[in-house]
């Protein structure tokens, strides 16, 4: 795949790396953080999402200094995963680090752009000092709920990670962004190829906080999982790693998932065009089969109802009759999953988002219905626009009939 992000866009002239990877969308570049962050063009980023060392896993230095292996997996030594830089810092060295790198990012980021950055319960104070003397404005924290946690006998249960918001300031209050989940509940990934390695789908939850079809970097790329998100989800996105073994791992995982991916995309629209081949006329053909949507030539249409969470439900029913009777396939997730989702509960909300997502993705257009336009209803609208997803509202969709008839 083609290189589209040009280090001439990213980075200041003179100081590109001597070695980095990429393709559509994506590159990551093989040095120390440190140093690249300083080298990046003035806000070029949208949001920054990252996983940085914790120099953490013990309350003694004799237990900080041991290896990233021996801290924090739990692998025998013939199946360990290869040890991580930058991990080694005691605490006050580790928070004037984080300090220097933050605060040079910020100039690598747009006005408003959210910061992101997971943490433990033993460097939790020092991130939200860093974040602040960097210069960033701390909004709070989110929970990332591992489910298995570590029962030790007069202790709390061990299973949480803390994700740290910052923004840069003023962020504007119109961002085409929703309300994400205070609690992200997913289990450890399995087959890991990084030690602390995080779940794909908690990072496409997490990403969500940036604006649709924006760029986002990730200073400690590790195993790639947030760039394979990013690009999955539509986003442009670059990473930095300094580990020789992760820079390697890391790049060819993104590659080869998203190669497989295109590949997967080829072999449906192929049997897509076989199918169409035996069953309809060459005319349906040329309706159906347009803009790489051959997959769904199969079944008819279906369009994605797009309403105020305040529309009644008589409402939005006489939106998806009218919409029926045009000859599409109304979905409307609001009325389709409510019934048995509680938005008030962390858990269920995520839940309502990943699949309004999911359903989105699979329809051939988005009706906006309703006089209003909310800010949930702005951010599916975003992502029809950035997945190239034809949006259109209820009147528009009846003159678009009028004409083909």
Not at 48 to 61: C, E, H, L, M, R
Not at 198 to 206: F, R, S, T
Not at 246 to 257: E, H, I, Q, T
Request: charged share 25%; proline share 5%.
């Amino acid at each position: 795949m083609e290189n589209t992000l040009q280090l001439g866009n990213l980075l200041k002239e003179g100081t590109y790396p001597e070695e980095y990877t990429g393709g559509k969308n994506w590159t990551i570049l093989h040095g120390d953080t440190l140093k690249l962050v300083k080298a990046f063009q003035p806000g070029i980023f949208d949001a920054v999402i990252t996983d940085p060392p914790y120099a953490s896993g013990g309350t003694k230095q004799n237990e900080r200094n041991r290896t990233t292996n021996q801290k924090y997996s739990s692998m025998k030594a013939e199946n360990a995963l290869p040890d991580f830089d930058g991990d080694n810092k005691d605490q006050r060295s580790w928070t004037h680090w984080m300090a220097e790198w933050l605060y040079d990012v910020r100039k690598a980021c747009k006005t408003g752009a959210p910061i992101c950055l997971f943490i433990d319960w033993r460097q939790y104070p020092s991130i939200t000092d860093a974040l602040q003397w960097a210069g960033w404005i701390w909004r709070g924290t989110a929970v990332w709920d591992k489910g298995n946690p570590d029962l030790r006998r007069g202790a709390f249960a061990s299973r949480l990670s803390i994700l740290c918001g910052a923004v840069m300031d003023p962020m504007p209050i119109n961002r085409p962004v929703s309300c994400l989940p205070g609690v992200f509940r997913y289990g450890n990934p399995q087959n890991r190829i990084h030690v602390t390695e995080k779940p794909l789908q908690l990072m496409k939850d997490v990403i969500q906080i940036c604006e649709p079809g924006g760029r986002i970097l990730d200073p400690f790329a590790g195993a790639g999982t947030t760039i394979l998100a990013a690009v999955e989800e539509g986003y442009e996105t670059v990473g930095i790693e300094v580990t020789d073994a992760y820079y390697k791992l890391g790049s060819d995982r993104v590659k080869f998932a998203l190669e497989a991916k295109e590949k997967r995309r080829e072999r449906e629209i192929a049997r897509a065009s076989t199918w169409m081949s035996n069953f309809v006329s060459e005319e349906e053909k040329c309706i159906h089969l347009d803009a790489g949507k051959g997959s769904e030539a199969m079944e008819q249409a279906m369009a994605y109802v797009c309403c105020p969470a305040e529309e009644s439900r008589v409402k939005v029913q006489r939106y998806c009759r009218k919409i029926y009777e045009l000859g599409y396939v109304p979905i409307c997730p609001r009325f389709g999953f409510l019934p048995f989702l509680d938005e008030g509960e962390a858990e269920d909300l995520q839940a309502y988002n990943r699949m309004s997502h999911l359903i989105l993705k699979r329809c051939r257009m988005v009706v906006v219905c309703g006089k209003e336009v909310t800010g949930t209803m702005n951010t599916d609208i975003s992502t029809a626009d950035r997945l190239h997803i034809i949006c259109t509202t209820l009147d528009g969709l009846i003159k678009i009939k009028e004409k083909e008839s």
